[in-house]
């Protein structure tokens, strides 16, 4: 008989550091990453907040610095890898803590929160069952209890994370789809939404393009979607609303009246108590997307302007603008946890239902999603660090930008202020001396100073003379860096009055 012989397991070619979910990997990680930062420290990065050149040189330019685009048959090691995308990052791409940022509603991201998603990042954790990340599922569990209570809602409220605003909004219209079914006597679940008849979902004629995504996306088409308009103050007509509601037959099933706390291009916040009140009347979902606004809550001086927001069926708010988090970080909030029932589901290899029974769940019947990454710990660690008195002073030192430069704008002849600071954003025209040329001047104006790297500002059309006048091309400042001064601000304001000399000049010799 051959004897046994005992040998040992081969081990692995690969050394333990390579994993980041390992202390040895997470160390080696850090290490790498404070290589790269080292080495893009040298990077030219440009005087503005972009890099000066046509949208066509500086994507070239980057594409050139990266190489050919194929995977390499021998790699480049991880020191040289993260050294050549830092600095072609640094050099070609956005600078948002630059004080001449102040295009979208795309803040700087705190530094906390870039480490905390750095540690989230190398774990790995999913939040679709226990066993994927028991400490992400109880981080994100608490940051949703602290948004509710800071939203005020009440002890049956719920909430989830989402990849952003607009899959927030689809999932708070998709909740409201389910719940006017139910008062339908349909399972929408079963049966679809074909079986409802003549779905509406109300909106402000300044509401985001999301909601009429969502209400396509849903099976709902986008004429399902009502326009309300809105009063000199760039928010829903409550009257209007009720007069729509009053109008519909009884072959239309009102869905849903998404209110908005914080329009995108002004920050006007819907009248929420009245919407509220209108809504319960007829027995209709009230949702309201505060993926701007929510963010007032933190600050003593703005909460006031969201009263109302506690009486919202549901929620969108955007951490990722007011919050200063690295996108993304939205979170749907709900007044009742059992509107999350249409998304639950039990599946077989993630959560039985003895497991289940067991306490060996997770998050998976509250999201669209099934693998999902534990974004709450970058927010969960911005609140820990700030609390709500460090994030208001942040709210409260953009708010003040907006209004300094509300102020300088009213003081120029050349400017219209054409929207006042309700939050962080401010609206204006450059005049120019030919009323026929003005919106092809603000137009050239804004792409000079992109091209020239010079600042980064926003653009939009709105009317100028009150709700029913035309449209014109206007100017926008969203400003969300609390490091920006109001002598930053100034200089933002002489870069368009500059720029908007030259257009005008440039324009003028053209038509000559």
């Known amino acids: 008989m051959t004897p046994l012989t005992r040998t040992r397991p081969p081990r692995s070619e690969f050394p333990p550091s390579l994993l980041a979910g390992s202390q040895d990997g997470l160390a080696e990680a850090l290490a790498t990453l404070a290589d790269a930062v080292d080495a893009a420290s040298t990077a030219r990065r440009p005087d503005g907040p972009l890099p000066a050149g046509t949208p066509a040189e500086v994507l070239a330019a980057a594409a050139r610095a990266l190489g050919p685009a194929e995977l390499p048959a021998e790699g480049l090691g991880a020191k040289a890898a993260l050294e050549l995308l830092a ?3 640094v050099e070609h791409g956005i600078d948002l803590s630059h004080p001449r940022a102040a295009a979208h509603l795309q803040p700087p991201a705190l530094a906390v929160a870039v480490a905390a ?3 989230a990042s190398a774990g790995n954790a999913s939040l679709d069952t226990y066993d994927s990340g028991p400490s992400a599922i109880a981080v994100e569990r608490w940051l949703i209890g602290a948004l509710i209570s800071l939203a005020g809602l009440g002890e ?3 909430g989830v994370l989402t990849p952003g605003g607009s899959l927030s909004n689809l999932m708070g219209l998709l909740l409201a789809r389910d719940a006017a079914a139910h008062r339908r006597g349909i399972d929408a679940r079963e049966h679809g939404v074909a079986a409802l008849p003549g779905p509406v979902v109300f909106c402000s004629e300044l509401a985001h393009f999301s909601t009429h995504r969502a209400c396509a996306a849903l099976g709902l088409g986008e004429a399902a979607v009502h326009v309300v308009p809105a009063d000199g103050r760039r928010r829903m007509r409550p009257e209007a ?7 519909l037959g009884p072959d239309r099933t009102p869905v849903a009246v998404v209110a908005t706390a914080g329009t995108t291009d002004f920050g006007s916040i819907d009248p929420l108590p009245q919407i509220a009140e209108i809504a319960a009347g007829h027995g209709m979902w009230m949702h309201v997307d505060a993926a701007y606004g929510f963010g007032a ?6 909460a006031g302007r969201l009263a109302g927001l506690e009486l919202a069926d549901s929620i969108t708010l955007d951490l990722h603008k007011i919050g200063w988090q690295p996108a993304a970080a939205s979170v749907l909030l709900v007044s009742d946890t059992t509107a999350f029932t249409a998304l639950d589901r039990e599946v077989a290899y993630l959560n039985p239902t003895d497991d289940s029974e067991a306490g060996y769940d997770g998050l998976l ?3 669209l999603q099934t693998t999902r990454r534990p974004d709450a710990v970058k927010a969960a660690a911005t609140f820990l660090t700030y609390g709500r008195t460090g994030m208001g002073r942040m709210v409260d030192a953009c708010h003040d930008l907006a209004r300094h430069a509300e102020r300088r704008i ?14 962080t954003t401010v609206v204006f025209r450059f005049r120019g001396a030919d009323p026929a040329r003005s919106d092809a001047l603000n137009g050239a104006l804004r792409r000079r100073l992109l091209e020239s790297g010079d600042a980064l500002i926003g653009r939009t059309e709105a009317a100028t003379q009150g709700p029913g006048s035309p449209k014109r091309v206007c100017l926008k400042f969203t400003l969300l860096n ?5 002598d930053d601000i100034d200089g933002l304001v002489d870069a368009v009055l500059d720029a908007g000399r030259t257009c005008e000049r440039l324009i003028e010799e053209d038509a000559a």
């Open 87 to 89: 600095t072609v990052l």
């Open 117 to 119: 998603d750095t540690l």
């Open 156 to 158: 049956r409220a719920d």
């Open 241 to 247: 609303l009720a007069a729509a509601l009053d109008s």
């Open 297 to 302: 809550l933190f600050s003593e001086r703005l």
């Open 365 to 367: 019947g509250r999201s």
């Open 410 to 423: 009213l003081a120029e002849p050349e400017l219209e202020l054409v929207s006042p600071a309700e939050l």
């Open 482 to 486: 609390p490091t920006t001064t109001a």
